[in-house]
Structure formats: C-alpha cells, structure tokens
C-alpha cells in the first residue's frame, strides 16, 4: 500500500493566519490527490481534487499544490468555520489511502 | 442534487455479519464507482472497497476474505457485508462516490451521513 504521511497532525493558529498542511506518499502518484476538511460528527468533504483543483463552492483561501509525492494544502487566511481536521487521500493506487489528519486548533 | 443516504444495524455481536446498505438520490449509477469507508480514532480512515454499475469490484486486500459489496442498480442503491465480525471492526462506516471518465477516476467526492457500527457482546 502507498502510505500518506501527513504533517503536522495538530496545529494551533488563530483567525487570519496562513495555515500549511503537508502531505508525503511513499512512492509517485502523479497528482491524484484530494483534500478533504472534517467536523466533529460528520463527513469528510471535499476541498481539493487533482491535487489544485478547488471543489465547486469552497472559498478560495483553500488552495492545493503538488505533484508526484510531495503535497500541500493551504489556508491563505484561516475563518473561524475553518477549525477542523484535514485529510489527504491518494487514489493512484489500490487500495486509495488516508493521511492521518491535521487538527486544526484555535490558539 | 445528489444524495448518499445510508442506514444499517448499529450494534453486533462478535461473529456475526455487518450489513449495511446506502441509497443514491439524484443521480445514476453509472459512470461511478461507489464506495465504501471506515473510521476509526485509532486507524483513521480506511478505505474498504468499491463497485461500478457493471458490478466490478475492488476490495482492500486487509478485508478483502471477509468483505462483499453488492449494487441493485434497479434501486440505486449499493450495499457492503463484512463477515467475522470483531471489536476492531467497530467504527463509523460511510458510503461515497466517485466519478470516473474515459481517462481516469477522481477523488471520492460525495459522501453518506456515516453510521456508528459497534461490535460488542
């Protein structure tokens, strides 16, 4: 199996601040990778497709970037809403696999 | 509007058979795979299995003795069986899609409300 090595598991930001979350698979999986956000209770959602292509409805300040076996996801100015965690998955690959997660804190 | 509406028993006892079955609103089948997942706090997410309205399936080789997905595309509707269970298949399992073209398959994009299974005697 590819292993998703995600970075950092937890942070602690405060509103405004630019958030980086970083994604590491074990071997190249060209850019089949999505960023998904997650709140307590419910499902994950998507964010990122195609390692940058923005889901349909996600505000801009969400951007991904990357190829091959290093990726990030980016929170240009981080919204209150934004407190969450975050995951990566790759689907090059079967079976696809999780990173996992980045939780998202208030400072 | 596309919606995964999943349902399904929420308490086993060790040895006995998960099933649970997901509902497709507001779009076909086809063109899709569709997919199962767990989770856990201690594993994470975990990808189970998928199946196409063809009924081609792929399956995690970790589950694949003990999983079955199945599709009654005349329903939409998409189902996942994992037999043996034990205390380490308790988990939220949810149901989601992804979209495939000629040229290749995306990231799973829509997903169920996810259902808490416990495994418990």
């Known amino acids: 199996d590819i292993q998703m090595t995600q970075s950092p598991s937890s942070l602690s930001a405060s509103v405004g601040d630019r958030v980086t979350i970083t994604c590491r698979a074990s071997?190249?999986?060209?850019?089949?990778l999505g960023w998904y956000q997650q709140k307590p209770g419910k499902a994950p959602k998507r964010l990122i497709y195609?390692?940058?292509s923005l889901q349909s409805g996600v505000p801009s300040r969400f951007s991904g970037s990357g190829s091959g076996t290093e990726f990030t996801l980016t929170i240009s100015s981080l919204q209150p809403e934004d407190f969450a965690s975050y995951y990566c998955?790759?689907?090059?690959?079967?079976?696809?696999?999780f990173g996992q997660g980045t939780k998202v804190e208030v400072q | 509007q596309v919606r995964l509406q999943q349902w399904g028993a929420g308490l086993l006892k060790p040895s006995e058979t998960l099933s649970l079955t997901c509902a497709v609103y507001?779009?076909?089948?086809?063109?899709?795979?569709w997919n199962w997942i767990r989770q856990t706090p201690w594993k994470g997410l975990e990808w189970i299995g998928e199946?196409?309205?063809?009924?081609?399936?792929n399956y995690n080789p970790s589950l694949k003795r003990r999983v079955t997905i199945s599709a009654d595309t005349s329903k939409n509707q998409f189902s996942l069986r994992l037999r043996s269970a034990t205390a380490a298949d308790t988990a939220v399992y949810y149901c989601?899609?992804?979209?495939?073209?000629?040229?290749?398959?995306?990231?799973?994009?829509?997903w169920g409300q996810g259902t808490l299974v416990t495994v418990s005697s």
């Open positions: 989601a899609r992804r979209y495939c073209d000629s040229a290749r398959c995306y990231t799973l994009d829509y």
């Open positions: 195609g390692a940058s």
């Open positions: 507001g779009e076909s089948f086809s063109g899709f795979t």
């Open positions: 998955l790759q689907h090059n690959t079967y079976p696809p696999t």
């Open positions: 071997q190249g999986i060209r850019n089949d």
């Open positions: 199946i196409n309205h063809r009924g081609d399936t």
